[in-house]
């Protein structure tokens, strides 16, 4: 099957984070199984979902982990101008469906290539590395990489394949989405002074909080290999009250800290923290019940350092030519596995320009580039 075959079916299960991806493991499964490529699941602790690693090769130290999750983002309320989940080909030398970019397409450049591979007499392997839920939080990877790392020979490089227009990147921000809930005292807005409003409590902490960033940069903890150059706060969800003339009792909201490899995200939340016990203390002048608790949504995300990667990249370069390497403000799985001391970098087919947006699509030339590059790495490690 071709990269386009493959991706058609892997566009076909609807495997938003919200809901099981367990159809697509079994078709990979399956897929896997027809070429004698063993794989093992690593699964949810509901069962409801699953990662799945293999292995192309012998089972010896080195070789290649390709990484790339299953998940997709919603399409809920996006207007598409054809079915999210059925690929589409307008003729534009582009293939429209949720996931053809983020991204399922480089999974899809990974599975075309395994026929090649498993008649190559690989001397290292070449690992597939399919998580779930990276994009609620890069929730699933972490279990698959404690697998990787306990029950098989360590690895030499991982390429991690979010859309970079396959340009290998090797640096990139960290992520933690925090939630807020105010606690103030309910009154009667015409008596002001005898409640204390979580909303305009939460206001002055949520306009703190875009002042950190400006702190960050008048400091210089600055990066200018982001196109975002400090560590970013920001709020994208808020909610209170219960009506126009009741002084709120609550308010809550969500936000998040992106922060650069350079920075600690202990120091960042330390400062809004900081910020929220000045705050709190001035409530409980007049309530003391009044509170102010923040809590982690997800696991930081660790940030990806240009660090321990030259090898690594000197492999893209050698298998795409020439290219210079970057970095990117979010967040990928490249962080955990460098976490656990592998030298990883990003580099996959499609833009994450396209990546979350009502008729994503990718580029049928990225597909082929990708396809490239597969089909180079597996003759780099046989001659190697």
Same mark, same amino acid.
């Given at each position: 099957?071709?990269?386009?075959?493959?991706?058609?079916? @892997?566009?076909?299960?609807?495997?938003?984070? %919200?809901?099981?991806?367990?159809?697509?493991?079994?078709?990979?499964?399956?897929?896997?199984?027809?070429?004698?490529?063993?794989? $093992? &699941?690593?699964?949810?602790?509901?069962?409801?979902?699953?990662?799945?690693?293999?292995?192309?090769?012998?089972?010896?130290?080195?070789?290649?982990?390709?990484?790339?999750?299953?998940?997709?983002?919603?399409?809920?309320?996006?207007?598409?101008?054809?079915?999210?989940?059925?690929?589409?080909?307008?003729?534009?030398?582009?293939?429209?469906?949720?996931?053809?970019?983020?991204?399922?397409?480089?999974?899809? #450049?990974?599975?075309?290539?395994?026929?090649?591979?498993?008649?190559? =007499?690989?001397?290292?392997?070449?690992? @597939?590395?399919?998580?779930?839920?990276?994009?609620?939080? #890069?929730?699933?990877?972490? &279990?698959?990489?404690?697998?990787?790392?306990?029950?098989?020979?360590?690895?030499? +490089?991982?390429?991690?394949?979010?859309?970079?227009?396959?340009?290998?990147?090797?640096?990139?921000?960290?992520?933690?989405?925090?939630?807020?809930?105010?606690?103030?005292?309910?009154?009667?807005? /015409?008596?002001?002074?005898?409640?204390? /409003?979580?909303?305009?409590?939460?206001?002055?902490?949520?306009?703190?909080?875009?002042?950190?960033?400006?702190?960050?940069?008048?400091?210089?903890?600055?990066? !200018?290999?982001?196109?975002?150059?400090?560590?970013?706060?920001?709020?994208?969800?808020?909610?209170?009250?219960?009506?126009?003339?009741?002084?709120? &009792?609550?308010?809550?909201?969500?936000?998040?800290?992106?922060?650069?490899? /350079? =920075?600690?995200? =202990?120091?960042?939340?330390? %400062?809004?923290?900081?910020?929220?016990?000045?705050?709190? +203390?001035?409530? %409980?002048?007049?309530?003391?019940?009044?509170?102010?608790?923040?809590?982690?949504?997800?696991?930081?995300?660790?940030?990806?350092?240009?660090?321990?990667?030259?090898?690594?990249?000197?492999? #893209?370069?050698? @298998?795409?030519?020439?290219? *210079?390497?970057?970095?990117?403000?979010?967040?990928?799985?490249?962080? $955990?596995?460098?976490? %656990?001391?592998? *030298?990883?970098?990003? #580099?996959?087919?499609?833009?994450?320009?396209?990546?979350? $947006?009502?008729? !994503?699509?990718?580029?049928?030339?990225?597909?082929?580039?990708?396809?490239?590059?597969?089909?180079?790495?597996? $003759?780099?490690?046989?001659?190697?």
């Amino acid at each position: 099957m071709t990269a386009s075959q493959l991706l058609e079916t @892997l566009v076909g299960f609807a495997t938003v984070s %919200r809901d099981s991806n367990l159809e697509l493991i079994r078709w990979v499964e399956a897929y896997l199984d027809d070429h004698g490529v063993p794989h $093992q &699941r690593i699964e949810s602790d509901d069962g409801r979902k699953a990662n799945l690693l293999a292995r192309i090769g012998p089972e010896v130290a080195g070789g290649v982990v390709l990484s790339g999750h299953t998940d997709v983002v919603p399409v809920d309320g996006q207007p598409w101008s054809s079915d999210p989940f059925t690929l589409t080909d307008k003729g534009d030398g582009r293939l429209y469906g949720r996931g053809t970019c983020d991204m399922k397409g480089f999974i899809a #450049c990974a599975l075309a290539q395994v026929p090649e591979w498993v008649q190559q =007499d690989l001397p290292v392997p070449i690992y @597939l590395a399919l998580s779930y839920d990276e994009e609620v939080g #890069c929730i699933g990877a972490p &279990r698959m990489i404690e697998t990787l790392m306990a029950e098989h020979p360590r690895p030499a +490089a991982v390429i991690v394949g979010e859309p970079t227009l396959m340009q290998p990147v090797v640096a990139h921000k960290g992520a933690t989405n925090l939630r807020t809930t105010v606690t103030g005292r309910a009154s009667h807005s /015409s008596q002001v002074d005898q409640g204390v /409003s979580a909303i305009h409590v939460a206001a002055r902490l949520v306009t703190y909080i875009e002042e950190v960033m400006a702190e960050l940069k008048a400091e210089g903890r600055v990066d !200018e290999a982001f196109n975002v150059v400090h560590s970013s706060l920001h709020v994208g969800k808020i909610a209170g009250g219960t009506a126009i003339n009741i002084m709120a &009792r609550e308010c809550v909201f969500e936000w998040e800290i992106r922060h650069l490899p /350079s =920075d600690r995200f =202990d120091e960042l939340l330390g %400062r809004v923290e900081a910020r929220a016990a000045e705050l709190e +203390a001035e409530m %409980r002048q007049r309530t003391p019940q009044a509170a102010i608790v923040t809590e982690a949504l997800n696991e930081t995300v660790p940030a990806l350092a240009d660090d321990n990667n030259a090898e690594v990249l000197e492999l #893209c370069q050698a @298998l795409l030519g020439e290219r *210079p390497a970057g970095a990117v403000a979010y967040a990928t799985e490249a962080g $955990q596995f460098q976490r %656990r001391g592998l *030298p990883t970098l990003i #580099c996959g087919p499609g833009s994450i320009a396209q990546a979350h $947006q009502p008729d !994503e699509y990718i580029e049928v030339a990225e597909l082929e580039t990708a396809s490239r590059f597969m089909a180079a790495l597996g $003759q780099h490690l046989t001659t190697a």
